[in-house]
């Protein structure tokens, strides 16, 4: 990959975040082939990335028994691009997670095959486009400055509690019309769905619950909002189904929110971690939105997503079966040195940045122009309210595990700026 003329490269600062520390079994390449676990705790402190770095570049495609009854892993980024493609023919996208958020039907749209994924992810691709999104970033503004304020003069904050989590959840709970008391408690449902605590069914039920009756009421008096549109929304030439619509909602709470905040968990830790980089952005913001997409190849908070073997198939010159479990390893794929000159190092100017930290394909994250919007505004504005920003106490984070990994207890201390 060639680099730009003026690219900066930072290698991570040896404090919380350190690929180098040993991830224990999974530091062997015989282990990785056969037992890679990708929610193994081990991974933490950024060990994921580079244990997938080194999956991409020896065993891009491998059959590991590290979870549940056995599951491909791919890594590769030109392998993984060839199982996007085949999406709809020899792959399903059902179940596209790991772990179970205890739903009774397939989620839409992540879980819906062509033709009518396409038709699914059409119904709110308006809302959530580039231009009402850049419409939207005066309303974000206001959104962080109303949480810093909160914290600013006391010289320390817990980012991920007291910025990242509710910024992006009225955020989202605004796209979709939820009243502001109802708020606090679909943000912890949708918590429990990401953080492995929902196989019994019990948030998603809630969850169910709740927008059934708030689609009742925007029925009879529509609104400007999401919600609003699904009730009123048509596939194949019908309207949505009452459980359609409340499939619909069900990931668009997680997947609206807290992957958002997940993400900005993280890139705030690399700011924390790496004073030049905020010297840098500060004084240059219009190199912000660049070296957040670095930062997103980087880390890659939503590791992964899986498909479904439906038909017979090759890859890579592996045989999978109709049934197979197939994990995206999209971390592997963000560190394919193969794809990515360099791809250990943080290069906030690299230009192209073909990563796959928003999906690919089809199945592209229909919300990125949110998610960016969100996540420029809250570093343009914490790198003007705030100097000096530093972890607090690195042995004090706490990074969660998950089908989005999080950083969710990040404290930090800096210097209000005049």
């Known amino acids: 990959m060639a680099r730009s003329d003026h690219e900066e490269v930072r290698r991570m600062p040896d404090r919380y975040w350190n690929p180098e520390v040993s991830a224990d079994e999974h530091d062997d390449l015989g282990h990785l082939r056969e037992h890679f676990d990708p929610l193994s705790p081990s991974l933490t402190r950024g060990r994921y990335t580079r244990v997938s770095r080194a999956m991409a570049r020896e065993c891009p495609v491998a059959h590991s028994d590290g979870f549940g009854d056995g599951v491909w892993i791919v890594s590769g980024y030109e392998q993984l691009v060839a199982v996007h493609r085949d999406e709809g023919t020899a792959y399903s996208n059902f179940p596209v997670l790991l772990q179970s958020f205890g739903q009774v039907r397939p989620m839409i749209p992540m879980e819906s095959d062509p033709p009518l994924h396409r038709q699914y992810k059409q119904i709110i691709a308006a809302p959530l486009?580039?231009?009402?999104?850049?419409?939207?970033?005066?309303?974000?503004?206001?959104?962080?400055?109303?949480?810093?304020?909160?914290?600013?003069?006391?010289?320390?904050?817990?980012?991920?509690?007291?910025?990242?989590?509710?910024?992006?959840?009225?955020?989202?709970?605004?796209?979709?019309?939820?009243?502001?008391?109802?708020?606090?408690?679909?943000?912890?449902?949708?918590?429990?769905?990401?953080r492995g605590d929902a196989e019994d069914g019990t948030p998603a039920t809630e969850i169910y619950e709740y927008f059934g009756a708030l689609a009742e009421a925007r029925r009879a008096e529509p609104g400007e909002d999401i919600v609003s549109l699904l009730c009123t929304a048509t596939v194949d030439g019908r309207p949505l189904t009452d459980s359609e619509i409340l499939d619909y909602c069900l990931i668009l709470l997680p997947a609206g929110f807290e992957t958002t905040a997940s993400s900005m968990s993280f890139m705030f830790l690399m700011?924390?971690?790496?004073?030049?980089?905020?010297?840098?952005?500060?004084?240059?913001?219009?190199?912000?939105?660049?070296?957040?997409?670095?930062?997103?190849?980087?880390?890659?908070?939503?590791?992964?997503?899986?498909?479904?073997?439906v038909a017979d198939t090759t890859l890579?010159?592996?045989?999978?079966?109709?049934?197979?479990?197939?994990?995206?390893?999209?971390?592997?794929?963000?560190?394919?040195?193969?794809?990515?000159?360099?791809?250990?190092?943080?290069?906030?100017?690299r230009s192209p940045n073909r990563h796959m930290s928003y999906g690919y394909g089809a199945h592209t994250c229909v919300g990125l122009h949110m998610a960016r919007a969100e996540m420029k505004i809250a570093?343009?504005?914490?790198?003007?309210?705030?100097?000096?920003?530093?972890?607090?106490?690195?042995?004090?984070?706490?990074?969660?595990?998950?089908?989005?990994?999080?950083?969710?207890?990040?404290?930090?201390?800096?210097?209000?700026?005049?």
């Open 379 to 418: 570093f343009e504005e914490v790198l003007a309210a705030m100097d000096d920003i530093r972890l607090a106490d690195p042995d004090a984070v706490v990074e969660d595990v998950g089908t989005t990994w999080a950083i969710t207890h990040l404290p930090v201390t800096f210097t209000r700026r005049p």
């Open 129 to 194: 486009s580039r231009g009402v999104q850049t419409a939207r970033e005066p309303s974000y503004r206001d959104l962080v400055r109303r949480h810093l304020r909160a914290f600013l003069d006391d010289g320390h904050a817990e980012l991920f509690e007291q910025l990242c989590t509710p910024v992006t959840v009225h955020a989202l709970m605004d796209t979709l019309g939820v009243p502001d008391d109802d708020r606090e408690r679909l943000a912890a449902l949708a918590i429990r769905l990401v």
């Open 271 to 309: 700011l924390a971690e790496d004073p030049d980089l905020q010297r840098t952005l500060r004084d240059q913001p219009d190199r912000i939105p660049a070296a957040l997409e670095e930062m997103m190849r980087y880390v890659t908070p939503t590791r992964s997503h899986t498909r479904t073997v």
């Open 316 to 349: 890579d010159g592996h045989d999978l079966r109709d049934g197979d479990r197939v994990h995206l390893n999209w971390v592997g794929a963000n560190h394919d040195p193969a794809v990515f000159d360099r791809p250990d190092e943080l290069c906030i100017d």
